[in-house]
C-alpha cells in the first residue's frame, strides 16, 4: 500500500478548464509538497503547505490536516501546464511521494 | 545563484559496473537527498545527508551508497549495476534549519545495458 495516493493517474482538459487534483496520505506529516516534472524529468516545486491554502498565479494547494487530504488547482488551463504533478509528503526523516498525475492540457 | 547541479547529465552502464552521480546544492543548504525514479513509478527515497552525515536511508540495497563531502556536494556509488537500476536519479537540497523546503536538480539518467 502506498502511503501517498493520487488521482486521476491521467487527465486531459481543454484550454481553459478549472482542474483539480487530488493526493491522499496516511502518514503523520510536518509538509506536504506539490511538484511540477516536465519531459525529461526536470522537478520544480509549486508548493509546500502544512495548513491551509496557497495561491501562486493560476495555481491553488489547499490541506485538510484531519482528512489528511491534499488539492491542486490550476484556474485557466494551458497547454504549458502539460505536466506530470507529483505529490509528497514528510513523515519523520522520511518523503513520500505519490505516482504523479499526468496532466495535457489540449488548445 | 546557482540552482542545485547534478552531473552528469546521461550516464551509459553495463550490468556490474558502477555508477557515481554527482550533486551539488545550493550555496549554504547542507541537506542533500537523493531519489530514483523508476520507469513507470514514482519517486522512491533513497538516501539523505546532512552535514556530512547520512541521516537516513530508504529501502534500497547497500550497493546503493554515498557521501557528502565537506563543501555539502555529494556523491551518490551504485555498485554492481543491475538493469532494474535503469532510472532518472534526482538529487534535491535544502536548508539545515529547514528541512521541509526541497530544491531539485535536472537528474541524471542513467541506463544500464
Known amino acids: 500500500k502506498n502511503e501517498v495516493e493520487q488521482s486521476p493517474q491521467n487527465l486531459t482538459a481543454q484550454e481553459g478548464e478549472f482542474i483539480t487534483i487530488n493526493c491522499s496520505y496516511s502518514?503523520?506529516?510536518?509538509?506536504l509538497h506539490w511538484l511540477q516534472q516536465h519531459p525529461g524529468g526536470g522537478i520544480v516545486s509549486l508548493f509546500m503547505?502544512?495548513?491551509g491554502k496557497k495561491k501562486h498565479g493560476r495555481l491553488i494547494a489547499t490541506i485538510n490536516i484531519q482528512e489528511k487530504h491534499s488539492s491542486l488547482h490550476i484556474t485557466a488551463s494551458h497547454p504549458r501546464d502539460s505536466a506530470v504533478y507529483i505529490c509528497?509528503?514528510?513523515?519523520?526523516?522520511?518523503?513520500?511521494f505519490g505516482t504523479g498525475t499526468s496532466l495535457t492540457v489540449i488548445p | 545563484e546557482a540552482g542545485v547541479t547534478q552531473s552528469p547529465t546521461h550516464l551509459i552502464k553495463t550490468r556490474g559496473q558502477q555508477a557515481t552521480l554527482r550533486c551539488s546544492p545550493i550555496s549554504g543548504h547542507t541537506s542533500v537527498y537523493w531519489y530514483q525514479q523508476a520507469l513507470g513509478l514514482g519517486l522512491q527515497f533513497l538516501l539523505w545527508?546532512?552535514?556530512?552525515?547520512?541521516?537516513n536511508r530508504g529501502n534500497f540495497p547497500p550497493r546503493f551508497s554515498g557521501r557528502q563531502f565537506p563543501n555539502y556536494s555529494s556523491e551518490l556509488n551504485v555498485n554492481a549495476l543491475e538493469l532494474e537500476d535503469s532510472a532518472l536519479y534526482l538529487c534535491?537540497?535544502?536548508?539545515?534549519?529547514?528541512?521541509?523546503?526541497?530544491?531539485f536538480g535536472a537528474g541524471t539518467r542513467l541506463s544500464v545495458l
Open positions: 502518514v503523520g506529516i510536518s509538509a
Open positions: 503547505l502544512s495548513s
Open positions: 545527508y546532512d552535514e556530512g552525515e547520512e541521516r
Open positions: 509528497a509528503v514528510r513523515g519523520g526523516n522520511q518523503f513520500y
Open positions: 534535491a537540497g535544502g536548508p539545515r534549519l529547514a528541512k521541509n523546503i526541497q530544491y
